[in-house]
């Protein structure tokens, strides 16, 4: 066989004192002073002083977000000339809402699995070509993953209804708080006392309108129609915590009780401080409303860190449907090794083998074998090399 080449003999060093190059030194730069080399690219420089901990870069983020958000309230309250102190604790909740959400999603797409999800989805969501070849993907997906979930009415029709109304209920509560909250939008009357209100946005006048109509009621009273779809919403799945053995034996308080407590709090105050204005000419109005935005505050700060934070998560997996359903059109389907049975998408089935191989597991080869052929497999293994050892 050829043997391999040996490395080149390394140039030996030169003696103290002894000058190199052209003699005299003036021809060339001296040793150490040559043209400097180009450097790294400021946006290298910048990424290199990133935090290197997942940890380090999720603060980051939660700040950057958290500092836009405020960035934002300031400027779109016209320089709080339109914000309302009293909804200062509103504000402040959702300030650390942002860090929250920000922090937690930055160390969720820090792992294999997700970060795979993360990547493939959006590049899906947002492909050009995708776009090309199913236009209306994108939009039915968006309506009857995100928006109507249909999903769970395959589970169940009395969950799915319980679910929509939470969804419409908390979408619809959101739409109005938030923005009135930062101070974006605000209800002015020219004599101070109505009848005549209206709406503007950004300081720009959108509509006027008559809070004695129809129509104003309707826009005075929208947090008290999500309060009323939130409530039976929240309660079903609360009676079914309570009474369904499938429901009981898996859940755990802080994560699943928690969340439908707040909501119906959240609700239940909102319709009493209406109750206390209307009914008893606010009489305990003070208390509810301390009460209420208590319960708001609790509910804000604790969506990134407990089981309403899917419904940051959730847009991905619209991406990532997205990507199985261009995969099913191209026919690029994977079958079973075994059986021949179609599996899913075969660029899912790459995903799942690149994610178990990024998290080092040694088992990525069963991603290509459907359930039934796992169960078999496992079985046959379990008699020939486990079974056979008793007597």
């Not at 080149?8 to 003699?23: K, R």
């Not at 994560?255 to 119906?264: G, N, S």
């Not at 059986?339 to 089935?349: L, Q, S």
């Amino acid at each position: 066989m050829t043997e391999p080449p040996e490395p080149p003999a390394a140039a030996e060093p030169s003696e103290p004192g002894a000058h190199t190059g052209t003699s005299g030194g003036t021809d060339g730069p001296p040793s150490g002073q040559g043209t400097p080399a180009a450097g790294p690219s400021l946006a290298a420089r910048a990424a290199q002083r990133l935090p290197r901990t997942v940890s380090g870069r999720a603060t980051l983020a939660g700040a950057v977000v958290s500092g836009l958000l405020i960035l934002a309230i300031v400027f779109g309250s016209r320089l709080l000339h339109d914000f309302d102190s009293a909804l200062l604790p509103y504000a402040v909740a959702t300030v650390f809402l942002a860090f929250g959400v920000a922090h937690r999603y930055t160390v969720w797409v820090s792992a294999p699995g997700a970060r795979r999800l993360f990547t493939n989805g959006w590049r899906s969501l947002f492909s050009a070509e995708n776009f090309r070849r199913a236009p209306t993907a994108m939009p039915k997906m968006i309506a009857t993953y995100l928006g109507f979930q249909k999903f769970l009415g395959a589970r169940s029709h009395a969950r799915w209804a319980a679910h929509q109304l939470i969804f419409w209920g908390c979408v619809l509560a959101a739409l109005i708080t938030f923005p009135l909250t930062w101070g974006w939008f605000t209800f002015t009357s020219g004599s101070g006392s109505g009848p005549g209100y209206e709406m503007r946005v950004w300081g720009l006048k959108i509509i006027g309108f008559d809070s004695l109509s129809f129509f104003g009621w309707l826009m005075f009273h929208g947090l008290d129609i999500a309060a009323v779809l939130v409530i039976p919403g929240a309660g079903y799945f609360l009676w079914r915590r309570m009474k369904d053995r499938g429901a009981i034996t898996g859940q755990r308080f802080a994560y699943d009780m928690v969340p439908l407590l707040a909501l119906i709090i959240v609700s239940v105050t909102g319709l009493l401080l209406t109750f206390s204005s209307i009914f008893l000419h606010g009489g305990g109005y003070e208390f509810l409303a301390i009460l209420h935005m208590v319960s708001v505050v609790f509910t804000l700060i604790y969506i990134p860190f407990g089981k309403f934070f899917h419904i940051v998560q959730r847009p991905a997996a619209v991406g990532m449907q997205l990507f199985k359903y261009t995969g099913r059109q191209d026919d690029q389907v994977f079958a079973c090794r075994r059986c021949g049975e179609t599996i899913d998408t075969g660029p899912y089935v790459e995903n799942l083998r690149g994610t178990m191989q990024d998290l080092g597991l040694g088992f990525d080869a069963w991603a290509e074998y459907c359930p039934r052929c796992k169960r078999v497999l496992r079985g046959s293994a379990y008699l020939t090399q486990v079974k056979k050892g008793f007597k």
